[in-house]
């Protein structure tokens, strides 16, 4: 008999006589089977689950030690975005580039944007839901940032979406300039392109001619060194404007696979303009088109 069947029933042993002849009488009555055999067959069933258990487990872990290391960590800063949210990550979820983890970092958003990502969190092992108070989008990329695993992080913003290939493209162009540690750019904008000059106002300008925060795409060590500043809004261009002063190397992306929505009355875009602070966002002109 083996250690595990032994003490199964040294178990029963202690059990109040009582109790013992109770079930006893019971195991008599309802089977032929004697009680001590029965005992044995408990516990060789209960290994054999185990086994199962086991051996489940060694699969899983078998899979995961294969699976690829993540290319890129997409981040979603979120807030108040119920509406919008599964949309977003559903573009992830369909990319033909797979080599990637999803974080989504909910600054505290008041309606059921968590409740509606934790299924999704179920769906796919890749997504991460993180919930935080209500810092603003900066901290919350910064967040983002510091849990990343990819050898590049990524951004959308939860009412954006991205086309199918859009990291394929993004991981072909890491391919080809190795020597680059910031792609942007490749914008497809639903509603108006212009915006107002973040330098000059007056003058408006293609957000295709801006670099727009979703489409960054940073080498982690870079995007860890230079961190975001927990601003509430325009901590994209903040970002843009301090990589230009430290020397990164930059490269725009010229196919547009970043679907940019400027079409909603609750788009962060929409809402600058009503307030008069759009220049404060995404509008950062750059010159610098290749990494030589």
Same mark, same amino acid.
């Not at 949210?85 to 033909?96: H, K, M, N, Y």
């Given at each position: 008999?083996?250690?595990?069947?032994?003490?199964?029933?040294?178990?029963?042993?202690?059990?109040?006589?009582?109790?013992?002849?109770?079930?006893?009488?019971?195991?008599?009555?309802?089977?032929?089977?004697?009680?001590?055999?029965?005992?044995?067959?408990?516990?060789?069933?209960?290994?054999?689950?185990?086994?199962?258990?086991?051996?489940?487990?060694?699969?899983?872990?078998?899979?995961?030690?294969?699976?690829?290391?993540?290319?890129?960590?997409?981040?979603?800063?979120?807030?108040?975005?119920?509406?919008?949210?599964?949309?977003?990550?559903?573009?992830?979820?369909?990319?033909?580039?797979?080599?990637?983890?999803?974080?989504?970092?909910?600054?505290?958003?008041?309606?059921?944007?968590?409740?509606?990502?934790?299924?999704?969190?179920?769906?796919?092992?890749?997504?991460?839901?993180?919930?935080?108070?209500? &810092?603003?989008?900066? *901290?919350? %990329?910064?967040?983002?940032?510091?849990? #990343?695993? +990819?050898?590049?992080?990524?951004?959308?913003? !939860?009412?954006?979406?991205?086309?199918?290939?859009?990291?394929?493209?993004?991981?072909?162009?890491?391919?080809?300039?190795?020597?680059?540690?910031?792609?942007?750019?490749?914008?497809?904008?639903?509603?108006?392109?212009?915006?107002?000059? &973040?330098?000059?106002? *007056?003058? %408006?300008?293609?957000?295709?001619?801006? #670099?727009? +925060?979703?489409?960054?795409?940073?080498?982690? !060590?870079?995007?860890?060194?230079?961190?975001?500043?927990?601003?509430?809004?325009?901590?994209?261009?903040?970002?843009?404007?301090?990589?230009?002063?430290?020397?990164?190397?930059?490269?725009?992306?010229?196919?547009?696979?970043?679907?940019?929505?400027?079409?909603?009355?609750?788009?962060?875009?929409?809402?600058?303009?009503?307030? +008069?602070?759009?220049?404060?966002?995404?509008?950062?002109?750059?010159?610098?088109?290749?990494?030589?």
């Amino acid at each position: 008999m083996s250690f595990r069947e032994t003490r199964l029933i040294r178990s029963f042993q202690y059990r109040s006589s009582r109790s013992y002849r109770s079930n006893a009488r019971s195991c008599s009555r309802s089977s032929t089977i004697p009680f001590a055999e029965q005992i044995v067959q408990t516990a060789a069933r209960s290994t054999n689950v185990s086994m199962v258990s086991l051996q489940a487990e060694q699969k899983y872990t078998a899979a995961m030690s294969q699976r690829p290391e993540p290319i890129f960590s997409v981040i979603i800063p979120t807030y108040n975005r119920a509406w919008c949210i599964e949309r977003a990550i559903e573009s992830v979820l369909q990319q033909t580039e797979q080599r990637w983890e999803l974080i989504i970092v909910d600054d505290g958003s008041s309606d059921r944007t968590a409740e509606i990502v934790r299924p999704l969190v179920l769906r796919d092992e890749r997504i991460r839901l993180v919930v935080q108070s209500n &810092r603003g989008t900066g *901290a919350a %990329r910064q967040t983002g940032v510091r849990l #990343a695993e +990819g050898e590049f992080v990524t951004f959308l913003d !939860s009412d954006d979406q991205y086309l199918p290939e859009h990291l394929e493209v993004r991981s072909r162009y890491i391919v080809e300039h190795p020597a680059v540690d910031f792609f942007h750019g490749g914008v497809i904008v639903d509603g108006s392109p212009m915006v107002p000059d &973040r330098h000059n106002p *007056a003058q %408006r300008i293609s957000i295709e001619q801006c #670099a727009v +925060g979703g489409t960054f795409v940073i080498r982690r !060590s870079i995007a860890t060194a230079l961190g975001f500043a927990p601003l509430r809004f325009a901590d994209d261009a903040d970002f843009f404007e301090r990589a230009m002063a430290a020397g990164i190397r930059m490269l725009r992306v010229r196919e547009a696979t970043y679907r940019y929505n400027r079409t909603s009355p609750d788009s962060l875009c929409n809402q600058l303009a009503q307030s +008069g602070s759009l220049p404060t966002t995404h509008n950062v002109h750059t010159s610098h088109e290749s990494a030589a």
